[in-house]
């Protein structure tokens, strides 16, 4: 896949590195680059919010509150009542950001040192706090400032990335600001994209401060925002000679007792994103259930790993898990599966009966865990798995060699290079059986010919995009089925 068609991502650490080469090497001096983050972050609030009754502004001692500075300056000048709530000791403050308070001071920008009480519920406030350089816990006055803008009932706007949000994973560290709009700078951070932060950013804006692209090409990173349209390009058009046959065979191995709609659902998601054939191997109790839900699954009903023997022969892919259980009958087909040479989409009860054996798999291999099947797989928390979900994908994929996808807010893919983010989705999803439509959807790609990591991104945003079109109707009661003709939208 071509990275160059997606947005990179970086830790705070690879932002300072963007900051320190736009400065060092090309030349731009720091103040510069806050006077031009300043303005941009001032446009948006005065786009989104025309004729504010006044302007706060949360200052830190660091870059960030210098941020924030020319911020209530430029507020100042337009002729908005505006004011700066101090945080922190002024004393400490230094380098490009005592200059940005200086030049506010100068023009005669109030300011005030910060009290909960002074906080006004009304105009816009701006968090200029913290900034990418939280190292750990939000402490002291800032867990103050930040209940106070969160309860003041306030528009509010986040300069480069809410306070409390750790720019690295995503978490909440003790306490984060809910903005009702977010403008980040030079390099988006990963951390906007997955875990808490959508409950943080509100609408995200990016301003690349004319920073020159050599400076990025200095400063490598291995984490990428997908784009859907990009990933659809790789979706060669069907010639007007088209047969079933070019467009591969996918088995779906699962549906124990119980459990039958799990298996179907990953088998009409397959269908509806372009597989030639559909197949499904289950308890031969649910062979008719499966067939007059959708007449063109191939439904066989087996009872050991010999009788699945002959549908492995016929299939380009397999997809293990949705529904499978863990009976004994379970393990044989699962073991069936695992010694045979097909490619594989590992979900559900697949991932777990992974976890209790030899966790390698064979090259051609997508796993997709949500955090708690991602524990079991990495012998640890749930927790650990969340609090920082990038090493977790990553941990993965070292693990097992393949390419792994982390489900949830912000979905990770890892393959041995790279990791990608896709931000489709939405939290209607949280029903039974989105899963399992997914692991069908990257089954259907990879047996029409995708390769592993391509058909994993392209599936996850699919998805995702399929549920936020869903979701337009309402996101309470979103079915997993409700998905399929959206997926088919998407497609064309």
Same mark, same amino acid.
């Given at each position: 896949m071509d990275k160059a068609s997606f947005e990179p991502l970086y830790t705070a650490q690879q932002s300072r590195a963007l900051d320190r080469c736009a400065i060092d090497e090309h030349g731009i001096p720091g103040i510069t680059l806050m006077s031009r983050a300043a303005n941009a972050a001032f446009d948006c609030l005065v786009s989104t919010w025309a004729d504010p009754e006044c302007v706060q502004v949360f200052c830190g001692t660091g870059n960030n509150g210098g941020d924030g500075f020319l911020i209530a300056d430029l507020a100042h000048k337009r002729g908005i009542p505006t004011r700066v709530l101090q945080l922190g000791d002024p004393a400490k403050i230094g380098g490009d950001a005592l200059l940005a308070r200086n030049q506010a001071l100068a023009n005669g920008v109030e300011m005030l040192a910060f009290e909960a009480a002074a906080v006004m519920p009304r105009g816009v406030l701006v968090d200029a706090m913290l900034g990418t350089g939280l190292g750990g816990e939000v402490r002291g006055a800032y867990v103050e400032a930040i209940a106070a803008i969160n309860g003041a009932g306030a528009a509010v706007l986040a300069v480069d990335i809410p306070s409390g949000l750790c720019s690295d994973s995503g978490r909440v560290l003790g306490r984060a600001v809910r903005a009702d709009l977010t403008v980040s700078f030079i390099g988006l951070k990963r951390g906007l994209f997955t875990l808490d932060a959508m409950d943080h950013t509100g609408e995200l804006q990016f301003a690349d401060l004319g920073v020159p692209p050599p400076v990025y090409q200095q400063v490598p990173c291995d984490s990428y925002r997908l784009e859907l349209a990009s990933l659809l390009e790789m979706q060669p058009p069907r010639p007007a000679t088209a047969h079933k046959g070019l467009y591969g065979t996918v088995l779906v191995i699962g549906g124990?007792?119980?459990? *039958?709609? %799990?298996?179907? =659902?990953?088998?009409?998601?397959?269908?509806?994103?372009g597989a030639g054939l559909v197949k499904v191997a289950t308890r031969p109790e649910h062979v008719a259930a499966l067939v007059a839900r959708a007449p063109e699954v191939m439904a066989r009903g087996v009872e050991s790993g010999a009788d699945l023997e002959p549908l492995l022969a016929t299939a380009d892919v397999l997809v293990v898990g949705p529904g499978?259980?863990?009976? *004994?009958? %379970?393990?044989? =087909?699962?073991?069936?599966a695992m010694d045979s040479a097909r490619p594989l989409v590992l979900d559900a009860d697949g991932l777990n009966l992974l976890a209790a054996g030899n966790l390698g798999v064979r090259p051609g291999t997508v796993i997709t865990p949500h955090p708690g099947e991602a524990a079991r797989l990495l012998s640890c928390s749930t927790a650990a798995i969340q609090a920082d979900r990038f090493a977790a994908c990553r941990a993965l994929?070292?693990?097992t060699g393949a390419v792994a996808v982390l489900k949830g807010n912000g979905t990770l893919i890892a393959d041995a290079g790279q990791l990608l983010l896709s931000d489709y989705g939405n939290p209607g999803m949280a029903s039974g059986g989105m899963g399992d439509v997914l692991s069908g959807v990257i089954g259907s790609l990879l047996a029409q010919g995708l390769e592993p990591l391509a058909a994993a991104a392209l599936g996850v945003c699919l998805h995702g995009a399929a549920a936020d079109m869903a979701a337009e109707e309402g996101m309470c009661g979103l079915l997993a089925s409700d998905l399929m003709p959206w997926l088919r939208e998407l497609l064309g």
């Open positions: 124990d007792y119980g459990m *039958a709609g %799990a298996a179907a =659902l990953a088998a009409e998601a397959a269908l509806r994103c499978l259980g863990q009976s *004994a009958w %379970a393990q044989y =087909l699962f073991q069936a994929q070292d693990a």
